[in-house]
Structure formats: structure tokens, C-alpha cells
């Protein structure tokens, strides 16, 4: 039974991250993908790469930041990627923090976009966390049922 509870633990999750507005719907297709696909571990390879790649583009956005003149339209270059990648995989407010982020850059404000970088980086890092629970427990789930997704 302590798979039972695990995947209760793991619903509470998806339910609070949902609630929370970390991701959308555009999550849930990606979960209807695996189970319809009978894919295992398809969620967990594009939540890590996902994680992967804005790591690195917060951290080119910050070195970009700090230089003594900001090529704004560099920032917002790499703004752009990372919120196309978090639409794509469901990351539903770091999408919205882009979108405002972009707004500094085009207003080419490094103050702006020193504090967007702040909250895009509190959002993210949230979500890692989450995701990596999630996928903590997943795992836990699979070793207690090997035929379980």
C-alpha cells in the first residue's frame, strides 16, 4: 500500500503546483502524452532538459546583465528562448515572468531587468524543485510497481 500513498503524495503535488499556477495545461498534454503513448519517462527527460537549458539562459542572461553595457536585445534574445521553452513544456509562470521581463528590455532598463532576473529566478527554482519531486516520487512509484508509469 505504500505505492497507494506515494501516488496520493504525487497527486497532492501536480494538484498544488496546478493551484499555484506553476504550470498549465499545456503540463497536462505533455502527461497525456506519456500515458496515452505508453512512453515511460517521457515527462521526466523533457522536464529535465527543460530544467537544463534555463538554467543556462538565466545564467547567460545574468552574465549579459553584468557587463557595463547591456545588449539589451541580447537579453532579450535569450528572455525570448527561455520563455518559448517554458510554454512548451507547461511552466506557466516563469512564462508570465518572461513576458514582463521582455517589457524591461524593450524598455532597455537594467534595473528592471535585474529584478525580472530576480523573480525569473525565484519562479524557476520553485519549479525545479517541484519537478524534481515529482519525479522523486514517480520513481518511488515505479520501484514499488514496475508496470506502473
Same mark, same amino acid.
Given at each position: 500500500?505504500?505505492?497507494?500513498?506515494?501516488?496520493?503524495?504525487?497527486?497532492?503535488?501536480?494538484?498544488?503546483?496546478?493551484?499555484?499556477?506553476?504550470?498549465?495545461?499545456?503540463?497536462?498534454?505533455?502527461?497525456?502524452?506519456?500515458?496515452?503513448?505508453?512512453?515511460?519517462?517521457?515527462?521526466?527527460?523533457?522536464?529535465?532538459?527543460?530544467?537544463?537549458?534555463?538554467?543556462?539562459?538565466?545564467?547567460?542572461?545574468?552574465?549579459?546583465?553584468?557587463?557595463?553595457?547591456?545588449?539589451?536585445?541580447?537579453?532579450?534574445?535569450? $528572455?525570448?528562448?527561455?520563455?518559448?521553452?517554458?510554454?512548451? $513544456?507547461?511552466?506557466?509562470?516563469?512564462?508570465?515572468?518572461?513576458?514582463?521581463?521582455?517589457?524591461?528590455?524593450?524598455?532597455?532598463?537594467?534595473?528592471?531587468?535585474?529584478?525580472?532576473?530576480?523573480?525569473?529566478?525565484?519562479?524557476?527554482?520553485?519549479?525545479?524543485?517541484?519537478?524534481?519531486?515529482?519525479?522523486?516520487?514517480?520513481?518511488?512509484?515505479?520501484?514499488?510497481?514496475?508496470?506502473?508509469?
Amino acid at each position: 500500500m505504500a505505492a497507494a500513498a506515494l501516488r496520493e503524495q504525487l497527486n497532492a503535488l501536480l494538484s498544488s503546483m496546478f493551484s499555484q499556477g506553476l504550470v498549465d495545461e499545456q503540463f497536462q498534454q505533455l502527461q497525456m502524452l506519456q500515458d496515452e503513448g505508453g512512453t515511460p519517462g517521457f515527462v521526466a527527460e523533457v522536464v529535465t532538459l527543460f530544467s537544463d537549458d534555463a538554467e543556462r539562459i538565466i545564467a547567460e542572461i545574468a552574465t549579459l546583465l553584468e557587463q557595463p553595457i547591456v545588449n539589451f536585445d541580447k537579453v532579450d534574445a535569450f $528572455v525570448h528562448q527561455l520563455k518559448g521553452s517554458s510554454a512548451s $513544456v507547461g511552466a506557466q509562470k516563469v512564462k508570465f515572468t518572461c513576458m514582463q521581463f521582455r517589457q524591461f528590455c524593450q524598455e532597455k532598463s537594467r534595473d528592471g531587468c535585474l529584478m525580472a532576473l530576480a523573480v525569473v529566478r525565484n519562479d524557476f527554482y520553485d519549479l525545479r524543485n517541484k519537478f524534481q519531486t515529482m519525479l522523486q516520487l514517480e520513481q518511488q512509484i515505479q520501484a514499488y510497481d514496475p508496470k506502473q508509469q
